[in-house]
């Protein structure tokens, strides 16, 4: 008897649930600006791209756009502004992300303080069948046909810059999801200001090619660099007969 009654109280003790305990902590709040879809490069935005989102208020950066509840509509200054970057789905919006019209182009915007931006004709076999696109990396290659001593024409390639981010292709400047290749006679590209008037003579002087570069050599540089072209020191320079093409090659002085 006394068996029984210990295994009952046993399963009584094994078969009451355990209590939960809630304990409430307020947190110090506020509201961010936040956008409620995600955005394009270059995109026109409204009221309807924008929403509040409660934010912990020491983590608000100066640089988000907080609601200032029941003051000034912040929103309202932003209606028709151009994204300057691509913004994801709840991320904060900051004044930064945004380019009023008036204050520039789109292209504009989006270029590097201390870049320019010049365009190149090109076509599907100088720019790898049309698969570059807008933020790929190129190498600048200048063809150049010249006329030997003995009279026969002789074809002379060049690299001009390497490591150089383009722009746009055409008037493309987002690549867009699912597009293999952009469609385009021209493309843009970001270049120093000494680089864009060589760019601008070696457009002159022969045929311009692109080389589309991996994206894992685009962490190994911070911007375009020098190649053996029109700005390099012809000296320590032999020549190499590739396919009928001759290519120079300098070494270093």
Not at 30 to 38: D, F, G, I, P, R
Not at 80 to 93: F, Y
Request: no cysteine.
């Amino acid at each position: 008897m006394f068996g029984l009654v210990a295994a009952g109280g046993l399963y009584t003790t094994m078969a009451k649930k355990p209590t939960e305990i809630v304990v409430e902590k307020s947190v110090n709040t506020t509201q961010v600006l936040v956008a409620k879809s995600e955005v394009g490069l270059g995109q026109v935005v409204n009221r309807e791209n924008f929403r509040w989102q409660d934010w912990p208020k020491d983590s608000a950066s100066g640089g988000y756009i907080q609601n200032p509840r029941g003051g000034k509509d912040p929103v309202q200054a932003l209606i028709g502004s151009v994204a300057r970057a691509p913004i994801l789905k709840d991320e904060p919006i900051t004044v930064n992300k945004l380019v009023k019209p008036g204050d520039g182009g789109v292209l504009a915007a989006i270029l590097p303080a201390g870049m320019r931006a010049i365009a190149t004709r090109i076509d599907e076999k100088t720019a790898v069948g049309s698969l570059i696109l807008p933020n790929d990396h190129v190498d600048v290659i200048l063809i150049q046909r010249k006329r030997g001593k003995a009279g026969t024409e002789e074809f002379i390639s060049d690299t001009l810059f390497r490591n150089v981010r383009v722009l746009a292709i055409g008037q493309l400047i987002e690549a867009k999801e699912g597009k293999k290749g952009a469609d385009g006679k021209t493309a843009t590209l970001e270049l120093t200001p000494r680089q864009t008037e060589l760019l601008a003579l070696a457009s002159s002087m022969g045929e311009i090619s692109l080389a589309l570069r991996s994206v894992a050599d685009m962490s190994a540089s911070n911007g375009p660099s020098a190649g053996n072209g029109l700005n390099a020191q012809r000296t320590n320079s032999i020549r190499v007969l590739r396919y009928g093409v001759k290519s120079r090659t300098y070494g270093v002085n």
